[in-house]
């Protein structure tokens, strides 16, 4: 019994059955009238009931619920209980969508993090980044959110899938940020309008594209990683004071 619950607490054994499960689940798409896969994720359910009992048993409900991953965990199970009637079901999109929940899971990977070198630094750094480039942040969407209503108050009625409404010319702004396709925009509506409006919406989205994809993410991307390098240079400029202290010293 003993030997059995150690072995559904093995995190490492249950990543190998959820690597498993992800793995069955994307070959049974390749045969979706096949009942065999749907009888293995009616299986692998049941695996995963059998491991929060374990663990609920080892821990004690409030150990097992203290945990954010077992609550996680519980709750993705809670919601994949229908699977166990695929097999006399069929298959559907609600049940494929909710055994895939399952490989959420694997986030757990993500506890490695821990074992980087100097993680805690680096941690550290990206807390100051966050804090002193909030502002900053706080501008360029400020700055996209007004070029979006202006383009969309503009450019609608010419180009209604780029900015047909303020989400939609939102999307459109951001991307022709990222410098991604920016140059379709203005000849749709180069296009569909006539060669004066499509001479200014070269002009434009030029400018916009030159402005705010070129100048504003650099100057956010150099704000950024200067505030992340703020910490970890005080501490070479405090390892260089104590160095010159010394050799004053031994002068």
């Known amino acids: 019994m003993n030997k059995l619950i150690k072995w559904f607490c093995n995190d490492r054994l249950m990543m190998v059955a959820i690597l498993l499960n992800t793995s069955i689940m994307f070959m049974g798409g390749f045969w979706p009238d096949n009942n065999l896969f749907d009888l293995s994720d009616a299986l692998f359910t049941l695996l995963f009931i059998g491991e929060a009992a374990a663990k609920i048993y080892q821990y004690g409900w409030k150990g097992y619920w203290k945990s954010g991953w077992n609550r996680f965990d519980f709750i993705v199970l809670i919601i994949a209980l229908p699977s166990l009637a695929s097999p006399f079901l ?8 909710i055994l895939v929940l399952r490989s959420l899971r694997l986030f757990k990977s993500f506890k490695l993090i821990r074992f980087i070198p100097n993680i805690q630094r680096l941690l550290k750094g990206l807390k100051l980044a966050v804090r002193a480039s909030l502002l900053v942040f706080l501008a360029f969407i400020v700055f996209l959110l007004i070029f979006s209503i202006l383009s969309s108050t503009i450019f609608g009625n010419i180009a209604p899938e780029y900015f047909g ?4 010319s939102l999307y459109s702004i951001f991307r022709l940020f990222s410098i991604e396709g920016w140059y379709e925009m203005p000849e749709v509506i180069a296009t569909n309008a006539s060669p004066g409006w499509g001479l200014f919406a070269r002009c434009y989205f030029s400018l916009l594209m030159f402005f705010g994809g070129i100048i504003g993410l650099s100057l956010v991307n150099s704000i950024f990683v200067d505030a992340m390098m703020d910490d970890n240079n005080d501490e070479v400029l405090e390892k260089l004071k104590k160095i010159e202290e010394r050799l004053n010293i031994e002068d």
């Open 90 to 97: 069929g298959r559907n999109m609600a049940t494929d969508t």
């Open 165 to 168: 409404n303020p989400a939609i």
